[in-house]
Nanobody
Framework: HVQLVESGGGSVQAGESLALSCVAS????????MSWYRQAPGKEVEWVAG???????????SYADSVKGRFTISRDNAKDTLYLQMNSLKPEDTAMYYC????????YGQGTQVTVSK
């Protein structure tokens, strides 16, 4: 079982930046593929970005087209922490953001709200 706690959400204006963090309480964090998801009111859950569990030299990140070039996912295995740097935020990025750990099963955190106003 992996417990995840997100933080860093808030309310910003379009064009501004936010940095999300997700701390995992598990000694197996470094073995988990990690992702960020989001869900806007009335919409389905959307995958945002993912990063592999491989050592940093071989680690790979991938992004949804809607955030590519604006968001950066990273991880620090020594701190059991996942990050999402969000730049050039748009109103359509408004959503609850969840981190997820995948190792056989998928575990989600409780989410952190991001609100972007025009």
């Amino acid at each position: 079982h992996v417990q995840l706690v997100e933080s860093g959400g808030g309310s910003v204006q379009a064009g501004e930046s936010l940095a999300l963090s997700c701390v995992a309480s598990s000694y197996i964090f470094d073995k988990c593929g990690m992702s960020w998801y989001r869900q806007a009111p009335g919409k389905e859950v959307e995958w945002v970005a993912g990063i592999t569990s491989l050592p940093s030299l071989f680690r790979a990140a991938s992004y949804a087209d809607s955030v590519k070039g604006r968001f950066t996912i990273s991880r620090d295995n020594a701190k059991d922490t996942l990050y999402l740097q969000m730049n050039s935020l748009k109103p359509e990025d408004t959503a609850m953001y969840y981190c997820a750990a995948e190792i056989g099963s998928r575990f989600y955190g409780q989410g952190t709200q991001v609100t972007v106003s025009k």
